[in-house]
């Protein structure tokens, strides 16, 4: 079996600052995504990609950019963080987008 | 536009109870529809899917799912709960390229 790993599990940064998240897979899977999930809320689509070097923007993208420079790895950037965008970020990875694996997310704290 | 409706934001029974989550979509195309679970604190875990044929689908711990199309629905059951069954159940409908959209979630609360 493969898994996913997010880093950081906790990101703390201040207002205005830029903030990296990282995302890898062993799965081997073309497909990586970016959700926001806020406190009780369901997920939000930010940013997915479907090979190496692909970016498609979702629902939420302003505010954010992503890089997927290698196939195991999918990166998101808050470009300037904000107080009301404290969530859990979650990254997933997928074969061909029906069936999705998950990490564990990573909180953004904004102080 | 996709949507995926889950109408019911908390549930709750007790342990042994049946239980029923719901979940209505809307999609003109050819789709899968999924179910996960989320624990808190973790991320979400896939519990089963339906694309075609039989739609009753089986999934992990004794969850099963029936597809509806004259409902648009997609609902969740499960015959006897457990207290450790308890967690946040996802809906999601996923289109042909590769966009995957998730309702709000339902709230299982499982009192012993």
């Known amino acids: 079996g493969g898994i996913i790993t997010q880093t950081p599990k906790f990101l703390i940064g201040q207002e205005g600052q830029k903030l990296t998240l990282k995302c890898q897979q062993n799965?081997?899977?073309?497909?990586m995504y970016w959700y926001r999930q806020d406190s009780g809320k369901g997920l939000r689509l930010i940013y997915y990609s479907i090979t190496e070097n692909d970016l498609q923007k979702g629902d939420l993208s302003e505010g954010y950019d992503a890089s997927r420079e290698k196939k195991s790895s999918f990166s998101l950037t808050v470009t300037s963080a904000q107080k009301n965008e404290m969530a859990v970020f979650l990254c997933?990875?997928?074969?061909?987008?029906?069936?999705?694996?998950f990490g564990e997310g990573s909180r953004l704290i904004v102080v | 536009t996709q949507t995926v409706s889950q109408s019911d934001a908390h549930v709750t029974v007790f342990e042994g109870d049946s239980v029923e989550l719901r979940c209505n979509y809307s999609?003109?195309?050819?789709?899968?529809l999924s179910w996960y679970i989320q624990h808190h604190g973790h991320g979400l875990q896939f519990l089963l899917k339906y694309y075609s044929g039989n739609p009753v689908v089986q999934g992990v711990n004794g969850f099963e799912a029936e597809f509806s199309k004259s409902d648009s629905s997609f609902h969740l059951r499960k015959a006897s709960v457990h207290w450790s069954d308890s967690a946040v159940y996802f809906c999601a409908v996923s289109a042909s390229n590769n966009r995957i959209f998730f309702g709000d979630g339902t709230q299982l609360v499982v009192k012993p």
């Open positions: 997933a990875s997928s074969i061909s987008g029906n069936t999705l694996y």
């Open positions: 999609y003109g195309g050819s789709i899968y």
């Open positions: 799965f081997n899977h073309d497909t």
